[in-house]
């Protein structure tokens, strides 16, 4: 698609559930990033796929946060029990990397998550 | 990743030029400067970027010091619909985390008729 796509647009969840966002990149991006936004907050980097190198993983907040992707594409960021403090809005942005120094960074919409 | 300074708010008069400071004293030699902006309810959105000499584009000139130690964004025509939280961001150079943008508070920009 032309933009980050991102679903649902919003989850409403009970605490202790778990919980799937997914992320549809720009096609052709390499580079895959996930952010969480807390209300009023800035955002809080989460998770980093590059190509097929290992992600960087240092931002997730506990092991009750984790993330695939699937073929270099589509990501999926899994919260397992979920609590309060997960209440949020989840950032999916995508990006080239490799050409160059000089590439931008494109945002999704963004998931809002209401854990309650 | 270098860290990066901003003032938590500041105000425009519409049509007037605004312009966004940001300190990024411990920059290194290789790293770009960013500047994202996220309207209310929405996921930021680029502006523009650069290394080492002044960049324009259609939104927006960024203004970086000889020493890299600091940048201004320059949006030179404010509008209301330019009211937002401005990041300035400095892009990880190398390692594992090549890529990752890391967000700071940023500078709420207040446009106002």
């Known amino acids: 698609g032309a933009g980050v796509s991102q679903s649902p647009s919003n989850k409403v969840t009970e605490k202790g559930k778990d919980v799937e966002l997914r992320c549809d990149p720009i096609s052709g991006h390499t580079a895959l990033y996930w952010y969480r936004q807390s209300l009023g907050q800035g955002l809080e980097f989460l998770i980093y796929f590059q190509g097929n190198s290992a992600p960087d993983k240092s931002g997730l907040p506990s092991d009750r946060f984790s993330a695939e992707r699937t073929g270099g594409s589509v990501s999926t960021l899994t919260i397992q029990r979920t609590q309060q403090e997960d209440s949020a809005v989840y950032l999916c942005a995508s990006s080239l990397v490799g050409q160059g120094d000089s590439y931008g960074y494109t945002f999704g919409s963004g998931t809002r998550l209401t854990v309650v | 990743d270098a860290k990066t300074t901003q003032p938590p708010s500041m105000d425009c008069a519409e049509g007037r030029a605004a312009n966004l400071p940001c300190n990024h004293s411990?920059?290194?030699?290789?790293?770009?400067v960013y500047w994202y902006r996220q309207i209310h309810s929405q996921g930021p959105q680029y502006i523009i970027h650069?290394?080492?000499n002044n960049e324009t584009n259609e939104m927006a000139s960024l203004i970086i010091t000889e020493d890299r130690k600091s940048s201004t964004l320059i949006l030179p025509h404010a509008t209301l619909r330019d009211t937002a939280v401005y990041y300035c961001i400095v892009r990880a150079a190398g390692g594992t985390s090549y890529g990752k943008l890391t967000f700071g508070q940023g500078t709420i920009l207040t446009v106002h008729p």
């Open positions: 650069g290394l080492k």
């Open positions: 411990t920059i290194s030699g290789n790293e770009y």
